[in-house]
């Protein structure tokens, strides 16, 4: 098995390389083959990196949260699942280049420098912890992929204003499609926080007894949660939309690189144990 697994952690930036290159093709180039090709090389890249996940906690037996590498391994399949989604949700399969690319580069850093801890504690062996970590980093990738798309929203928005129609303008999704699949990455983003909110908030305190209710990091994830829910009520109810919702989105991502960086490194004690 611990073969297979490093098979895998060889071959999964190769395929994630295929897929950003085909996804590539298609958008700059318009080349047909590519067009074809890039959504199934996705799928299958996508259920590569779920079997690693699987192959490597079963034989390791603790999830792939107890060193950085395994992290953004994690972040890399996060980020891949969050766009599956996105993209067989609204059908449009022409932003692929600019969301992809990040999991490539989180995974062949994860693949060059990934080893196996010798000793690992047993708090890290929690599969419910798994879930909990899982959730919080599928939350902060529909956030980051929201905010790519909040991106490409005020760059074609750019690009309209100015009259350049170029590349950018026939190739990427008009202004409605960006805004949608920005809002469905953050609709799918805030459900996933909330789920890592509640599985920590529930299963934590029987774990450590008193939680520091005061750390900087829970801090950060409920104001980054709070202002998402402000924006999607105020979408629901004032009707907001357009370049509005857009920066509100980029606010939130802006909030949450702070959290996962310097909160998380400087300024948290408590959730440095994974």
């Known amino acids: 098995m611990r073969t297979l697994i490093s098979v895998i952690e060889i071959i999964l930036p190769v395929f994630y390389f295929s897929t ?6 298609a958008f700059f180039s318009g080349v047909k083959t590519a067009e074809s090709l890039k959504t199934p090389l996705l799928f299958s890249t996508v259920v590569l990196h779920f079997l690693y996940i699987i192959f490597r906690t079963t034989e390791y037996d603790h999830p792939p949260i107890t060193s950085v590498f395994e992290i ?32 490539f580069f989180f995974q062949i850093i994860s693949s ?8 690992v504690p047993a708090l890290l062996r929690s599969n419910l912890l798994g879930f909990h970590v899982t959730s919080a980093l599928l939350g902060y990738a529909a956030i980051t992929i929201s905010a790519v798309y909040g991106f490409l929203y005020l760059m074609l928005y750019h690009n309209i204003k100015s009259s350049q129609f170029g590349l950018i303008y026939n190739r990427l999704p008009n202004l409605e499609m960006l805004e949608r699949m ?35 990091k829970l801090f950060g994830t409920i104001a980054i949660w709070l202002i998402y829910a402000v924006g999607l009520t105020a979408k629901k109810v004032a009707r ?29 004690g408590f959730h440095k144990f994974f």
């Not at 420098?113 to 010798?118: A, D, G, M, Q, R």
């Not at 907001?240 to 948290?268: C, D, E, H, P």
């Open 20 to 25: 950003i290159w085909a996804y590539a093709r």
């Open 72 to 103: 953004l391994s994690l972040i890399a399949f996060t980020i891949a699942v969050v766009y599956t989604f996105i993209e067989f949700k609204t059908k449009n399969t022409s932003t692929g280049y600019f969301i992809l690319i990040i999991p």
């Open 112 to 119: 060059l420098f990934i080893k196996e801890n010798s000793e």
């Open 182 to 216: 920005s809002f469905t990455a953050t609709v799918f983003g805030f459900l996933l926080l909330t789920v890592a909110i509640v599985v920590g908030l529930v299963w934590m305190p029987k774990v450590f007894g008193n939680i520091p209710y005061t750390d900087p």
């Open 240 to 268: 907001w939309q357009g370049k509005r919702i857009i920066v509100l989105s980029l606010f939130g991502f802006a909030i949450a690189m702070f959290s996962m960086t310097i909160i998380n490194i400087f300024l948290s």
